[in-house]
């Protein structure tokens, strides 16, 4: 789905966030896309803070 949608060429990072309740998923999904994964927050109300603490621009 990376590769589909072309996300590489609208980015200068290749880090993809998941939700935190797919946190098992995260080795696979480095594997399979050559991707930096960071398992974010388990739930969608705490991603602004998530972004505030832990994200920092490339």
């Known amino acids: 789905a990376l590769k589909?949608?072309?996300?590489e060429n609208k980015v200068k990072h290749r880090k993809l966030i998941i939700p935190?309740?797919?946190a098992r998923l995260s080795g696979e999904l480095e594997e399979?896309?050559?991707?930096?994964?960071?398992?974010?927050?388990?739930?969608?109300?705490?991603?602004?803070?998530?972004?505030?603490e832990k994200w920092q621009n490339p």
């Open 4 to 7: 589909a949608s072309g996300i």
């Open 20 to 22: 935190g309740k797919a």
């Open 32 to 52: 399979l896309s050559g991707w930096q994964v960071i398992v974010g927050p388990k739930d969608s109300s705490e991603i602004p803070k998530f972004l505030q």
